[in-house]
């Protein structure tokens, strides 16, 4: 099972959506920013360093939020940890993703996510969990 870390990133009320690239692995489905645990890594670090390569900031990593476990239909299982992100250093840039944008809660149900993000997706529009 592959670990994988997410941030909620929240500022003024709206959520950081990301939409994968064509050349990713299911492309185009919007996504939290993050990334695979590294072995010997801990779980905050690795998001840190995602954040850090994938957007350009230093986050404070606040809570987890959420943790999910979801096997897809080829096999690929992955336990997705999500925290919840409300301060960072530097200005967000993109540096992977096809596309960036701040979403209110209640709007991320018409985003075409990842499957294994949807119970949360559900929870935070449901305004649930942060």
């Known amino acids: 099972m592959k ?4 941030a909620v990133i929240e500022k ?3 959520l950081l959506v990301c939409q994968r690239t ?7 489905k919007w996504e939290f920013p993050g990334g695979k645990i590294e072995e010997g890594e ?3 670090d ?10 350009g900031i ?3 990593v606040g809570d987890e939020i959420a943790r999910v ?7 690929a299982a992955v336990e997705l940890r999500f925290y919840i992100v409300r301060e960072y250093g ?13 979403s209110a809660p209640k709007d991320l149900v018409s985003y075409d996510f990842l499957e294994a993000d949807a119970s949360l997706v559900k929870d935070l529009a449901a305004g649930k969990l942060i």
């Open 3 to 6: 670990r994988v870390v997410a």
């Open 12 to 14: 003024q009320g709206k």
């Open 22 to 28: 064509r050349h990713q692995t299911m492309p185009l």
């Open 42 to 44: 801990q779980p905050r």
């Open 46 to 55: 690795a998001l840190r360093r995602e954040l850090e390569e994938e957007l």
């Open 58 to 60: 230093q986050a404070k």
């Open 69 to 75: 476990q979801h096997t897809y239909p080829n096999g």
């Open 90 to 102: 530097g200005e967000i840039e993109n540096r992977i993703f096809r596309d960036l944008q701040w």
